[in-house]
């Protein structure tokens, strides 16, 4: 019995893990700020270089696992241990670090880690390519990686043009520099990088459906399909139950089951009524019934007549003349 909970144990363990590498391979490096002279600020007033983590799965994330680094030396390393000692560990422990399902979170490059779990161990130089890595928890396998050039000016972010999307058709449009010029390169530290304020499939159905006569349609025929899935079920069912009550009845008449008799021995299925009156029989000539659970059976009984009770006494009397 031990060994087998034991085993059942490793079991989960070793699926819970799988499901976590597998939830990890969703986070991407969404935005980066090399220079950072008149941007955002940190927890401690102190404006830095930051890098944005995107969770661009629809499950939570959590990321207390994985190391970050701008050393493209851990390449060289084959050592596990060696690659971790040389990056930025997100530490365990903190609630901050399990990331909602498509949001957003910033790690300050100032190389300041005693401030708190989001100042990694490094910093970004500006005017050189800066070669930034995401990896799992076992410190070889690579999440994700990006190069931000050197002409990324001051104060401008190198992001994806969509959040956590790769153009794989025109893979030099995944990433773009953005700099607050126009309305479609705003710098969005923890938030999306293509801001949304309307639905363009709800504005699309306003549109072209300005009665609602197409959504009560809609709608209608929801309903009506979900009844008939309905009636559907509840059809089969009961085919179900007078199959096994015709099963039943065969083995208490013929002891036999119902596959191994003839069609004309097949029983008839017994009605609900015809049961009910049966049980009726039953309990009005041999006062007997089922015996059942959790069910209350009230039976009336003759009360003895005493002048407590009586209405009697409770009425005015006719006066005698």
Not at 123 to 148: C, E, H, M, P, R
Not at 163 to 170: C, K, M
Not at 232 to 248: A, M, T
Request: charged share 25%; hydrophobic share 40%; proline share 4%.
């Amino acid at each position: 019995m031990k060994k087998k909970l034991f085993t059942l144990l490793l079991l989960v363990a070793a699926c819970a893990t799988v499901a976590s590498a597998q939830g990890r391979r969703g986070l991407r490096i969404n935005e980066i700020m090399v220079q950072n002279d008149s941007s955002v600020v940190d927890d401690y007033g102190c404006r830095s270089a930051w890098v944005e983590l995107f969770n661009s799965t629809y499950a939570p994330l959590e990321i207390s696992s994985v190391y970050i680094t701008n050393n493209k030396d851990v390449l060289n390393v084959s050592d596990p241990q060696e690659r971790k000692a040389m990056m930025y560990a997100v530490p365990l422990g903190d609630v901050n670090t399990r990331i909602p399902k498509r949001q957003h979170v910033i790690f300050w490059a100032d190389n300041q880690p005693t401030r708190g779990t989001f100042h990694m161990n490094f910093d970004i130089k500006a005017g050189q390519d800066n070669w930034i890595a995401v990896f799992d928890a076992n410190g070889l396998d690579i999440i994700d990686s990006i190069t931000v050039p050197a002409t990324v000016p001051a104060n401008a972010t190198y992001a994806r043009a969509f959040d956590g999307i790769d153009n794989e058709e025109n893979p030099d449009q995944t990433w773009e520099i953005r700099d607050n010029s126009t309305e479609s390169s705003y710098i969005t530290p923890s938030s999306n990088n293509v801001i949304k304020d309307t639905n363009s499939k709800v504005e699309q159905f306003a549109t072209q459906d300005k009665n609602g006569f197409a959504m009560t349609i809609m709608a209608m025929c929801i309903v009506f399909s979900a009844l008939l899935l309905l009636c559907i079920c509840f059809y089969i069912i009961s085919k179900i139950g007078e199959r096994v009550s015709k099963h039943n009845k065969a083995k208490s008449q013929h002891g036999a089951p119902l596959r191994d008799l003839p069609k004309d021995q097949h029983p008839d299925h017994d009605s609900g009524e015809e049961i009910a009156a049966i049980v009726m029989a039953l309990h009005e000539h041999l006062d007997t019934h089922d015996r059942e659970n959790t069910v209350l059976t009230i039976n009336k009984v003759k009360r003895a007549y005493s002048p407590w009770s009586s209405k009697i006494y409770g009425l005015r009397e006719t006066p005698r003349r």
